[in-house]
């Protein structure tokens, strides 16, 4: 069975920072792209931040950039996500994703989701 | 960044019905579209892609339709299990973004 379950999550005040995590299982993980997706409570969804199987070409939404960042252990079948300089605007659900892409086009959608972990910025 | 609005933001509806979702892009997206149900506290779950790929698990009820700028999701009868909020993802162009969602309500 595919999975994805995420952890690390928290509270934490406005500049702080945590490190959340995302164990795969079920599947070839260095084989396929990963990304984080969020959703503020009772807001949609926004996303963040993706990478390649290999490791590189990570990308970034706007509002999270040069605050966050997209890593991936594939001798531990887990993606990380190091969220840096929190506002209160990152309060929310993070869900871990499997990326898929289709032919021809180069971007993705997500085919598997975890359950989520929730980051909570508060003072 | 390519703007996806949907409509409606909210229906009504009963078991048996035939309901219809729209999502409409700011720019021609080609058939780079994806659609998501999410039931309340679980996470979104793939249905349908490339506008109208059917996700394998994903019951014949649910079908999509649509290229460029103008996308719909059909549920052709609806089921108790099937009411839930529903968004659409674009995925032509980066940075990728999200409908607002509809969320699909018993009458």
């Known amino acids: 069975e595919v999975q994805l379950v995420e952890s690390g999550g928290g509270l934490v005040q406005p500049g702080g920072s945590l490190r959340l995590s995302c164990t795969a299982s079920g599947f070839s993980f260095s084989s396929h792209d990963m990304g984080w997706v969020r959703q503020a409570p009772g807001k949609g969804l926004e996303w963040v931040s993706g990478?390649?199987?290999?490791?590189?070409?990570?990308y970034y939404a706007d509002s999270v950039r040069r605050r966050f960042t997209i890593s991936r252990d594939t001798s531990k079948n887990t993606l990380y996500l190091e969220v840096n300089s929190l506002r209160v605007e990152d309060t929310a659900v993070y869900y871990c994703?499997?990326?898929?892409?289709?032919?021809?086009?180069?971007?993705?959608?997500?085919?598997?989701w975890g359950k989520g972990t929730t980051v909570t910025v508060s003072s | 960044a390519t703007q996806l609005t949907q409509s409606p933001s909210s229906l009504s509806a009963s078991v048996g019905d035939r309901v219809t979702i729209t999502c409409r892009a700011s720019q021609d997206i080609n058939n780079a579209l994806a659609w998501y149900q999410q039931n309340p506290g679980k996470p979104p779950k793939l249905l349908i892609y490339?506008?109208?790929s059917l996700e394998s698990g994903v019951p014949s009820r649910f079908s999509g339709s649509g290229s460029g700028t103008d996308f719909t999701l059909t549920i052709s009868s609806l089921q108790p299990e099937d009411f839930a909020t529903y968004f659409c993802q674009q995925f032509y162009t980066y940075a990728l973004t999200f409908g607002g969602g509809t969320k699909v309500e018993i009458k």
């Open positions: 994703t499997k990326l898929s892409a289709s032919s021809p086009y180069y971007y993705w959608y997500m085919d598997v």
């Open positions: 490339d506008a109208s």
């Open positions: 990478i390649s199987g290999s490791g590189g070409s990570p």
